[in-house]
C-alpha cells in the first residue's frame, strides 16, 4: 500500500511526463500533425491536489467556428477523460500499482471570446483519488467557521504572560 506522498509524487511525475515535445501521447490536439509543417496548436494540462481530490485542468485554443459545432462540448469533455487515462497508465508504469480515479461532480467547460477567430477554452474536472485515507478535506465547515478556528489558533501561539506589547504610550484614563 502506497503513502499518501508516493501517491502524490507518482501522479505528479506522470503529469510531468507529458511535456510538450515527449514521445508520450496524452491525446492533445498538439499531438496530431507535423510539428514543423502545421500551426501549432495550444493545449494542455495540469494537475492540483486539493485534499483528497485531483483536479485536472486542460486549456486550448479553438476556433470560434469549432465552438459553435454540436459535439464542441463532448470533444472537450473526452480530452479531459484521455488525460485521466494517460495519467494512470503511466503511473502504474511509474510505480507499478494502480490507482483509482472517481469522478467528483460535473465537468467545467469555460469558452472566451479572443478574437473574431479564436476562443480560450478552459475546462476542469475533479476526481477522488482512490487509496488516500490520511487526509483530511480542505474546505471542512464555513468560511467563517475556518476563519475564527485560524484567528483563535493564530492568538494561542503568544506566551500567556504578554498579551500586550511593551510600549511607551501610556493609557491616561489609567492616570499614569
Request: proline share 3%; net charge positive; aromatic share 6%.
Amino acid at each position: 500500500m502506497a503513502t499518501v506522498l508516493e501517491i502524490i509524487q507518482g501522479i505528479s511525475q506522470a503529469a510531468a511526463n507529458a511535456y510538450d515535445g515527449s514521445e508520450a501521447k496524452v491525446g492533445l490536439r498538439r499531438e496530431e500533425g507535423d510539428p514543423i509543417l502545421d500551426r501549432r496548436v495550444m493545449d494542455g494540462f495540469k494537475v492540483k491536489f486539493i485534499g483528497p481530490i485531483l483536479r485536472v485542468s486542460y486549456q486550448s485554443e479553438a476556433r470560434l467556428q469549432d465552438v459553435k459545432d454540436n459535439g464542441f462540448e463532448d470533444s472537450v469533455i473526452s480530452k479531459l477523460k484521455d488525460i485521466i487515462k494517460f495519467l494512470k497508465k503511466e503511473y502504474k508504469a511509474i510505480t507499478g500499482e494502480s490507482i483509482t480515479l472517481t469522478l467528483v461532480g460535473e465537468h467545467q467547460i469555460l469558452v472566451q471570446r479572443m478574437s473574431n477567430y479564436r476562443t480560450d477554452v478552459q475546462a476542469q474536472c475533479d476526481y477522488k483519488i482512490g487509496g488516500l485515507k490520511d487526509t483530511d478535506e480542505v474546505k471542512a465547515g464555513s468560511d467563517k467557521d475556518r476563519l475564527d478556528k485560524a484567528v483563535k489558533d493564530w492568538l494561542a501561539l503568544a506566551p500567556k504572560n504578554k498579551r500586550t506589547p511593551k510600549t511607551g504610550w501610556v493609557d491616561p484614563s489609567k492616570g499614569g
